[in-house]
């Protein structure tokens, strides 16, 4: 058999791979899917709050509970609440699987 000829029947190539798992939702719909799971809070100081989110508004003023203060990856404070003004936000990102 040579290299070009067509597979014989009932041999069917193998099935695409299925696409990456990526998010293509807006970042609006991405914090609503946090709202009430933990996350991690990185501020422009390079300080990160983690906690549960509680909420926030447009603009990114943010509520958490059960928070963890981070300095240099060490816990130096814990909080039930905190709240973290939106300019001194960095990024959030969500520290459990959505």
Do not use: W
């Not at 791979?17 to 719909?29: I, L």
């Not at 240099?72 to 459990?96: K, P, S």
């Amino acid at each position: 058999m040579d290299d070009n000829s067509p597979p014989p029947p009932g041999d069917s190539p193998p099935p695409p791979p299925p696409p990456p798992t990526s998010s293509s939702g807006s970042p609006t719909d991405f914090l609503k899917g946090v709202v009430g799971k933990h996350v991690v809070v990185r501020l422009t100081s390079g300080v990160d709050y983690r906690g549960v989110l509680s909420c926030l508004d447009g603009y990114m003023n943010i509520a958490l509970e059960q928070t963890e203060e981070y300095v240099n990856g060490n816990v130096t404070n814990r909080y039930g609440d905190c709240f973290v003004r939106g300019n001194n936000v960095l990024y959030i990102t969500a520290a459990e699987a959505l």
